[in-house]
């Protein structure tokens, strides 16, 4: 039995609701213009009515069906979000729901946009304790709903979307395998937020505390801190292993914006054409950032069979890490 484990299936799944710059302009004080030059983004999916866990389905129902698996094998699901559909139960349990199976173990996973890292990293224990372990791993959010629409430092960045994988302990011809994940974090912080909700801070009857249940962050804050700690620990992890950025064949980095990616990759010393990008069209979503750029990146052939794939994850907690998935 094999020491690693290794991802079957890739979906992602995106609302159809597309929401660009222009649209934006009519209730924001803002501009195509100020938008693109400040963030790269052009455009981002936005639900009507759905759900992260509706979101997490569609995801989840692909990937199955790329692994070629029934729902009822899974043993584990994982979801990674801030904005669950509820408090109780979690999401991974509507999810559950939606695929139609019972007696799995499910459980959420909270560290922001690093989430999904950070769910790969539980799943690789899990297998490790138990090698007939089939995870379904999965980062969802519904970001706009956790945004205040007269903020125009936050709304314009993000979306809405969900990406899902399934982690195994079998390897296959078509299969990714997982060599390792890296994770870190610095504990409180109060460059990235949402504060209404909790215990610190809970709702009474019918009451919205201000605007505490919207995203509050920091920009230049946590620009300083993603460009330094995304390629930091990338290094760490590629030094473990006795490797550099030349060994890379293509950078995977949390879509936050076209700033902080490019000066990731610019840290990193990777090529700007091995950097696979797509919050262009999909703004910042988050958890479902990494699953959804790896899904998208291996459907349009940007990442092929044998590429050695370098992923790097930056979120509130603030929290970060970095994997080595070899293709």
Known sequence: MS?????????????????????????????????????????RRI???????????????????????DADELTHILVATFTGDMYIPSTACLVMKRLGIKNKIPMDIGAACSGFVFAIEA??????LNPDSK?????????????????????????????SIIITSENSESSAKIIDVLLCSEGEDTALLVRGGGSSCSYKMGDVVGNDHFVHMNGREIYKKAVRAMPAIANELLAKHGLTSD????????????????????KLKIPREQVFVNVNKFGNTSAASIPIALAEARQTGF?????????????GGLTWGAALVQF
Request: charged share 25%; net charge negative; proline share 2%.
């Open 303 to 315: 990442i092929k069979k044998g590429d050695l794939t370098l992923i790097t994850t930056f979120g």
């Open 3 to 43: 020491n690693f484990s290794y991802i079957r299936g890739f979906g992602y799944y995106v609302p159809e609701r597309v929401y660009t710059n222009a649209d934006l302009e009519k209730f924001v004080d803002t501009t195509d213009e100020w938008i693109t030059t400040r963030t790269g983004i052009t455009e």
């Open 135 to 163: 995870i379904l791993v999965c980062g969802s959010e519904v970001v706009t709903s956790r945004v205040n629409w007269e903020d125009r430092s936050t709304c314009v960045l993000f979306g809405d979307g969900a990406g």
């Open 47 to 69: 639900v009507e009515s759905q759900t992260s866990g509706d979101l997490a389905f569609e995801a989840s129902q692909k990937a199955l069906k790329d692994a070629d698996m």
């Open 123 to 128: 799943a690789r224990a899990f297998v490790a």
């Open 247 to 266: 060994d890379i064949d293509v950078l995977v980095p949390h879509q936050a914006n076209m700033r902080i990616i490019e000066a990731v990759g610019k």
